[in-house]
């Protein structure tokens, strides 16, 4: 299914926060990536977003914008992630929205999380939604099936419990780890089944 562009060194990883619950999980998916050698991360932060990182943590924007390594503005439709001519090994929507989720569903690329998404399914690159809502409507359900008959990996954030977590955020690792070995990156980030 992935077609055989240049892969970039260092590897270049997008990661798109849009405006779900979950924020947590993005900011340990950047630490993730930041300790791997030779990744290149690439944010983009929704305006949605951004509004629920007030209201879930205590962090200034600033603070999660300068953990990416380049941050992108989700109006700069002119951004490198938005042309299939630049070359990057995936992308990761986490947490995604259920409007971006529709967005990226039905190919509209108004904003760069939506347009760079577009791009990788039309490019066959790695795309990964962390959609996050409960219940589920028939919607979201149909918009979680259309992206990933086009091509994307739809992994709601639902960790495992069998490497025992006694910790919120050693559950949640072992969902950042899940995510990484889509992409074929090494981590360390829990005890895989044996
Ligand atoms: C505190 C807060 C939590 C939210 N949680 C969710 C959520 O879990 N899932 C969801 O689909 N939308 C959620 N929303 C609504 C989205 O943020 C909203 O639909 C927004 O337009 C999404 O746009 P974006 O995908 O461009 O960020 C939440 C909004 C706020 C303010």
């Not at 070995?181 to 044996?194: G, I, K, T, V």
Request: charged share 10%; aromatic share 4%; with cysteine.
């Amino acid at each position: 299914m992935q077609k055989s562009n240049t892969s970039p060194t260092p590897q270049r990883i997008i990661v798109a926060i849009s405006g779900a619950s979950g924020i947590r999980y993005a900011l340990l998916l950047m630490r993730a990536l930041r300790t791997i050698p030779d990744v290149e991360v690439h944010g983009i932060i929704s305006p949605g977003a951004q509004a629920v990182i007030k209201h879930e943590t205590q962090l200034k924007l600033s603070t999660i914008s300068n953990a990416f390594h380049i941050l992108h503005q989700p109006t700069n439709i002119a951004a490198a992630p938005a042309s299939g001519s630049w070359s990057h090994n995936g992308m990761i929507v986490c947490p995604c929205s259920m409007a971006s989720l529709a967005a990226i569903a039905s190919g509209v690329g108004t904003n760069l999380i939506h347009r760079a998404a577009d791009v990788c399914l039309k490019e066959g690159r790695p795309l990964i939604l962390v959609p996050r809502e409960t219940p589920l409507n028939e919607i979201h359900l149909r918009n979680m099936l259309r992206a990933h008959q086009a091509g994307a990996t739809i992994m709601p954030p639902c960790p495992g419990f069998y490497h025992q977590p006694q910790t919120m955020d050693q559950l949640m690792w072992q969902f950042i780890g899940r995510i990484l070995e889509q992409l074929h990156l090494p981590h360390n980030l829990y005890a895989r089944w044996s």
